[in-house]
């Protein structure tokens, strides 16, 4: 079943500007990831980021992790128009046997 | 890392025709993962193909539907069989990184339509 849910559900921001999209989840985990799909094509692995790790960076990308919430938040800084993409988080969850995607978050990025 | 190969890109059909898509790895690989994504909606897993035996097909999805072959460790074929337009789709496989659910690696998907 669909777990992880992003918000917002779209976000359109001027290059230059920082983007934060949010994901929620309902059950354990033992690690969620970052994916990001342009134009309705295969999805890119962007970051991972375990149960036991509560932030994480990699390039202009930071992630951070609350367990006790059941959420997750990336932030991409001083964004690009090549960041134009959709952002789903995914969730491998302790209960299951494959990752569950979020419905993703759809970012504009305006030069 | 690994590099995979999916095809067709894309593809126009009509109803109640089946569509081969292809997936092949430039490294062998335990288990091949087919998912769907329909028109603005997040990725559904539809099966997990393993090589040597039966693929094991998620709750919604059977195998007469969405027949799946895994000749080898680097190659997979996913069917999706008498379609109608609600199949229209965008197809994609997968492979795992280190871990079988950590760091997927996509095809570039196959979208397609079904008139």
């Known amino acids: 079943s669909q777990q992880g849910e992003e918000d917002p559900q779209a976000l359109s921001i001027q290059e230059g500007e920082n983007a934060t999209m949010n994901c929620s989840y309902k059950?354990?985990?033992?690690?969620l990831q970052w994916y990001r799909q342009n134009s309705g094509r295969g999805l890119v692995h962007l970051i991972l980021?375990?149960?036991?790790?509560r932030e994480k960076h990699s390039g202009r990308l930071r992630v951070t992790l609350d367990t006790s919430k059941k959420s997750s938040s990336l932030l991409i800084t001083a964004s690009r128009a090549a960041d134009t993409a959709s952002y789903f988080c995914?969730?491998?969850?302790?209960?299951?046997?494959?990752?569950?995607f979020g419905k993703g978050t759809k970012l504009s990025v305006k030069p | 890392s690994a590099v995979i190969s999916q095809k067709p890109s894309r593809d126009i059909c009509q109803r109640g025709t089946s569509l081969t898509i292809q997936c092949q790895v430039d490294?062998?690989?335990?288990?091949m993962f087919w998912y769907r994504q329909q028109p603005g909606q997040s990725l559904t897993l539809i099966a997990t193909?393993?090589?040597?035996?039966?693929?094991?097909?998620e709750s919604g999805f059977v195998i007469d539907k969405f027949p799946i072959s895994r000749p080898n460790l680097t190659f997979s074929t996913l069917t999706v069989s008498n379609m109608s337009p609600e199949d229209s789709s965008i197809y994609l496989c997968?492979?795992?990184?280190?871990?079988?659910?950590?760091?997927?690696?996509f095809g570039s998907g196959t979208q397609l339509s079904v008139l």
């Open positions: 980021i375990r149960s036991n790790e």
């Open positions: 193909a393993n090589q040597g035996s039966e693929a094991t097909y």
């Open positions: 490294s062998q690989v335990t288990m």
């Open positions: 997968s492979v795992g990184g280190q871990g079988a659910h950590e760091k997927l690696f």
């Open positions: 995914a969730t491998d969850q302790r209960s299951q046997g494959n990752l569950i």
């Open positions: 059950t354990s985990i033992n690690n």
